[in-house]
């Protein structure tokens, strides 16, 4: 773990609940190391306070990390990551899709993996509390939330992670702050 303030200035792409996916590029923070991790993350502390400076980010990420936050704590992270982007930076989330996991479920999914395409959406990956999901959202719970804390141009497209959630399980957002 380096601990060392990044020395990138206020150009910092943040990778937020990085896990096992440090990537290049990014200044990757995470809770906990993964054991899955090729190499561990750049800062490891609570993502609802996160020691670095305001506005150091021009992008900020969390793939599979906002649904493991309990909603009466989303409002405060929320407002946390926003104190790290710049004006017009960008805030990138995926996290599974409440609604299309509940259709899974549902219809049985035809096909591979439907635990993962259903349950798992909903639940979380049934390894551990890490992994526990704590509420589930869509995009039209997730935009009106991210609008009221000061983000525009809120916009659903297409994941780039989890393939086997892709156009089935899983949704992204991506926002701008105002």
């Not at 561990?40 to 506005?55: A, E, T």
Request: proline share 6%; net charge neutral; glycine share 8%.
């Amino acid at each position: 773990m380096n601990d060392a303030q990044p020395s990138i200035g206020n150009r910092l792409r943040l990778n937020l609940g990085s896990g096992k996916w440090n990537l290049e590029g990014w200044y990757n923070i995470d809770a906990i190391v993964s054991p899955l991790a090729q190499r561990q993350p750049d800062l490891i502390c609570d993502l609802r306070s996160i020691p670095l400076p305001d506005g150091c980010a021009i992008e900020a990420m969390a793939i599979h990390v906002w649904e493991h936050i309990d909603r009466w704590e989303c409002d405060r992270t929320i407002d946390e990551w926003a104190r790290l982007l710049r004006k017009g930076a960008t805030l990138i989330l995926e996290m599974p899709d409440l609604l299309k996991c509940c259709r899974n479920v549902l219809d049985g999914v035809q096909g591979k993996k439907p635990d993962q395409l259903g349950m798992w959406g909903l639940y979380g990956e049934p390894v551990g509390a890490p992994m526990q999901h704590k509420w589930g959202w869509t995009f039209t719970t997730l935009r009106p939330f991210l609008e009221r804390h000061g983000f525009v141009d809120v916009n659903e497209t297409r994941t780039q992670f989890h393939q086997s959630g892709r156009d089935v399980r899983d949704f992204r957002v991506e926002a701008r702050k105002g």
